[in-house]
């Protein structure tokens, strides 16, 4: 039997804790072959996966902190899958500008429902009056104020790994309300 390259998709953007959750379970269960695929939704992983783009889907269901992510629980509830695996991942958030912005220049912050709802008592107490913006994923906040489809007064709550990948700047670390932040993903395959 030959070990075929798995595909998976991850409800994520390059540089997102979905793609941190991918390489962490690739490590953990010894998968050397693998392709990621940045799907950033959970309900375009579970079309990939029932259109058999990809061999498997990564996303994440619950945070320790944040509660149910209700973009999976809408989503698994239209499709059909194997759990193949339930794990978790330590989250880590950061405020991710544009290098050279100041505290002063920042009027939104962008990010996930479910990171700001980790961050919510840091952004009431810090950032009373910015705009909170839901934005589709983490690191895809940060390459949006990267490539301007965000404006340059706004921060992004994400990984420090999505700051790296697009040249941004960590204005703070470990934002997130509480030390321990797990968030529970499913790897799932078509059933």
């Known amino acids: 039997m030959t070990n075929s390259k798995q595909i998976i998709g991850v409800s994520g953007d390059k540089g997102s804790f979905s793609e941190e959750a ?4 690739c490590y953990k269960n010894d ?6 695929k940045y799907l950033v939704s959970v309900e375009n ?7 058999e783009e990809i061999t498997m889907g990564i996303f994440p269901i619950e945070n320790s902190n ?33 290098p050279d912005t100041k505290l002063e220049d920042i ?5 996930h429902d479910q990171a700001l709802k980790q961050c919510k008592m840091y952004l009431k107490r810090v950032w009373p009056k910015a705009e909170i913006i839901q934005w589709q994923d983490t690191a895809k906040a940060v390459k ?27 204005m703070e670390e470990g934002i997130q309300d509480l030390k321990f932040n797990f968030t529970t993903f499913l790897a799932v395959t078509k059933k």
């Open 31 to 36: 998968v050397p072959d693998f392709e990621l």
């Open 107 to 111: 009027k939104k912050i962008a990010s």
């Open 66 to 98: 944040g509660g149910v992510v209700i973009e999976a629980v809408q989503a698994m509830a239209n499709h059909v899958f194997n759990i193949e695996n339930m794990f978790e991942i330590d989250i880590k958030h950061n405020l991710i500008v544009k």
């Open 45 to 51: 992983v579970l079309n990939s996966l029932d259109n």
């Open 22 to 25: 991918a390489e962490y379970y």
């Open 144 to 170: 949006d104020i990267k490539e301007g489809n965000l404006s340059t007064d706004t921060a992004a709550i994400a990984p420090k790994a999505a700051a790296k990948l697009y040249d941004m700047e960590v």
